[in-house]
């Protein structure tokens, strides 16, 4: 499926954990800054439209479209963020908004692409 999350039911909606684990710690995790290598970079509007992989240095945003997306700002889907990340979809219909940078790139082996996030 080309997830490389935690490939635990609990990273999507709805799910609890049955351990008792997973309380909130007093941190707002909306505002935690985060880095992560996308997925699904190749099936991505950047990558399919132009062959290419963003510099590293190039701006992202977050936009959720049934996944959570990195994108450029003038909003062409650049990969998809991991699975364990789906609680930000409930942090951007929130009205929290992200900015981040490509940390790393590259087009062989296959298209990859990292990057460093926090909330404006």
Request: proline share 4%.
């Amino acid at each position: 499926m080309g997830s490389t999350g935690s490939s635990r039911f609990t990273d999507y909606s709805g799910s609890k954990k049955t351990d008792g684990t997973g309380g909130t710690s007093g941190n707002d995790r909306c505002r935690q800054a985060f880095s992560c290598d996308l997925e699904d970079v190749a099936q991505c509007d950047l990558f399919t439209n132009t062959s290419n992989v963003p510099a590293v240095g190039t701006e992202l945003t977050l936009v959720h479209a049934g996944r959570i997306f990195a994108a450029t700002p003038e909003g062409v889907r650049v990969g998809a963020l991991p699975t364990k990340y789906n609680y930000l979809a409930a942090c951007l219909r929130d009205g929290n908004d992200y900015v981040g940078v490509v940390t790393a790139s590259a087009h062989a082996p296959f298209p990859q692409v990292s990057a460093d996030f926090t909330a404006r």
